[in-house]
């Protein structure tokens, strides 16, 4: 990307205003990297980067703040600990539902992440499912255009493994912050993107076509979920949403051992 994304336009219009108010002289990386953190913090906190957004990239945080490669990487360092994002290799760093009380937490992928992967998605076949009943029934049409916006930025990417999994993380938030119950919301939010199947198991084995396959059976799965929410059925949209969590963990657990096979 060659500019700072939507989420943060003040930045980008002031890319160069705030460039000197981050001085250098008498500065070290520590100070600038406490700097960089607080100017993060407060559009996370504030929901100018909502959960699931992606932040700019290393290269545009130090073109419009003026600093090193280090303060950015140092910053980002603390943001994860504090559970405001969660970087995520080779795809990039993306806002997570700020909750400054979380306990728990799903740990990035790991040598054992297939095995955590399928019990998150059993987790949330049981927890998803009532969310996706309760927001059929209480959803708001701002809510519900949310939901269709996650959809069509999945629908843009069907061939791109990667970009798909903000716009998946971002669908199912939708859902659990429709579902008028603030700790469904709040959970989710803490799970974070940990809870999608392609950040913890690779899909590099996939080739482009079963790559594509693979993504429109969760898109056409997605479509049935906000169909039933659209038409307010609660028992459509927690059947739905109990489908897909559920194929998505046979589809992981056979895709694994068909990897597996000599």
């Not at 994304?5 to 600038?32: D, F, I, K, M, Y």
């Not at 795809?91 to 790991?110: D, K, N, Y």
């Not at 992967?117 to 998803?128: F, G, H, P, T, Y």
């Amino acid at each position: 990307m060659s500019d700072i994304p939507p989420s943060l336009p003040e930045q980008r219009a002031n890319a160069q205003a705030a460039t000197p108010q981050v001085p250098r002289a008498g500065r070290n990386g520590r100070g600038l990297a406490h700097e960089l953190v607080a100017a993060f913090t407060g559009k996370l906190r504030s929901g100018a980067i909502k959960p699931g957004e992606r932040l700019p990239t290393e290269s545009e945080i130090m073109q419009a703040f003026g600093v090193s490669r280090g303060v950015v990487r140092e910053a980002l360092s603390r943001l994860g600990a504090a559970g405001l994002v969660q970087t995520l290799h080779g795809i990039g760093t993306f806002a997570l539902e700020a909750a400054p009380q979380s306990r728990f937490q799903v740990e990035s992928p790991s040598l054992d992440g297939f095995a955590d992967m399928l019990d998150v998605l059993e987790l949330r076949a049981s927890l998803e499912s009532d969310a996706a009943g309760l927001a059929a029934m209480r959803r708001t049409d701002e809510q519900l255009r949310e939901m269709r916006d996650a959809l069509e930025d999945f629908g843009r990417h069907l061939t791109t493994v990667g970009d798909t999994v903000a716009p998946d993380f971002r669908f199912h938030m939708a859902i659990s912050q429709a579902a008028g119950n603030r700790y469904y919301g709040e959970l989710m939010g803490q799970l974070g993107l940990a809870v999608i199947p392609r950040t913890r198991v690779s899909s590099s084995w996939l080739d482009i076509e079963r790559r594509t396959e693979h993504l429109q059976k969760v898109n056409q799965e997605h479509q049935d979920i906000y169909a039933a929410i659209e038409r307010r059925d609660p028992e459509a949209a927690r059947a739905a949403m109990r489908i897909h969590l559920v194929n998505s963990r046979e589809r992981q657990r056979k895709a694994y051992a068909a990897d597996a096979r000599p």
